[in-house]
């Protein structure tokens, strides 16, 4: 190539060379004999012819590289499946798979199990657990929040032993249905809570801060909270004003929720007659709520064995009222501890309590 373009900007010194000299000095077209000619005309056409030449000369190499790249292109996405058939998401989305029915995945792309039961079988390849970083035996069941990365030359088949829901990113070819992408614009695919925020959000228990944001680090507060319950309960019809001071309105979001959560004896409000829904929720009067929530649902709600929670260093700061909720959230699964703590007495961020709710959903209902 740089030959070639030494020949034709060889090529472009002779003819500029040819044009400059092809009038008579002293001719009214000299190029000597007019500077306005030298810049408007003379060198211009040098210009043009230079880059004429050079194009001619180059097209052709250039047309044959891109049809070199595009080639390697299309071959790359023909071994990944991009042309035989599978469908791509460059973003997170649900994947909802009645039980019986498969998906079949190729390299590059990630799979998380979201709820109910499935098992991925390797065809050939390697499907390397990301949560463990070891490789996964083939076949094997998922676990739930686990994240699976199909490696080089993989290709593997994912089958629902039960109504499942999973998350997939990249190439996938599959009979079930994509529920919705992750919408929102501060919640990553790597975040520790994506599985749990996109399993509230789909199932409408959770709603964004924005049409775009989780806003996931937020604090919860009581209102907010009782919401999520209320939801999750199914919306039960409420009748019967509220009895709190400061939940009058009919147009807050949390005034039905409100209503039904006291009538249930979910929640209380405080000494002073009011439920004070903008306070921020703590670890521990959370549990409370979730724990008398199970009770009036008719889920088990014995405590069990103390053996787990007792070995958490903080937890005589648990208060007495809340010990036995603690305990059984513990032993469900439902808080596993931050820092090797329990911190009954922090406040509770969204993603936090998007993650109780989904632990709630897989080992309590």
């Known amino acids: 190539m740089k030959r070639l373009a030494a020949a034709a900007l060889v090529l472009c010194a002779l003819f500029c060379f040819s044009t400059a000299t092809a009038a008579g000095p002293g001719s009214s077209t000299d190029p000597l004999a007019s500077l306005s000619y030298l810049n408007s005309t003379f060198a211009p056409d040098v210009n043009n012819s230079s880059k004429t030449l050079i194009s001619n000369s180059l097209a052709p190499l250039y047309d044959n590289a891109a049809q070199n790249a595009q080639s390697i292109y299309n071959a790359a996405l023909s071994q990944l499946g991009g042309y035989s058939g599978y469908a791509f998401t460059d973003k997170i989305v649900s994947l909802r798979l009645p039980s019986g029915t498969s998906a079949s995945f190729v390299t590059g792309t990630m799979v998380s199990l979201v709820s109910g039961k499935a098992t991925l079988t390797v ?6 657990d990301v949560s463990t970083g070891t490789e996964l035996k083939s076949p094997a069941a998922l676990t739930s929040n686990g994240r699976y990365l199909c490696a080089e030359d993989t290709t593997a088949t994912l089958l629902a032993t039960a109504d499942t829901v999973c998350q997939i990113d990249g190439y996938y070819q599959t009979t079930g249905t994509i529920v919705q992408p992750v919408l929102y614009s501060d919640v990553r695919s790597t975040d520790w809570f994506v599985t749990a925020v996109s399993y509230v959000s789909d199932n409408g228990f959770f709603s964004g801060t924005t049409a775009t944001t989780f806003s996931p680090q937020t604090s919860m507060t009581r209102g907010m909270f009782v919401t999520v319950l209320y939801r999750l309960a ?38 002073d007659g009011k439920f004070h829904p903008d306070d921020i929720i703590t670890r521990e009067q959370m549990a409370a709520v979730m724990y008398r929530y199970a009770a009036s649902s008719g889920y088990d709600t014995a405590p069990g064995s103390n053996t787990l929670y007792q070995s958490f260093p903080d937890v005589k700061s648990v208060s ?24 009954p007495k922090n406040t509770a961020s969204r993603a936090q309590v998007a993650q109780i709710v989904y632990n709630f959903c897989q080992n309590i209902l």
């Open 234 to 271: 199914g919306k039960p019809a409420v009748s019967g004003a509220s009895s709190f001071s400061d939940v009058a309105s009919t147009a807050a979001y949390y005034y039905q929720a409100v209503i039904w959560a006291s009538s249930q004896s979910i929640v209380a409000g405080y000494s």
């Open 320 to 343: 007495a009222y809340a010990a036995d909720a603690m305990t059984w959230s513990v032993n469900n699964g439902l808080i596993s501890g931050s820092g090797g703590k329990l911190l």
């Open 123 to 128: 065809t050939k390849g390697t499907i390397i």
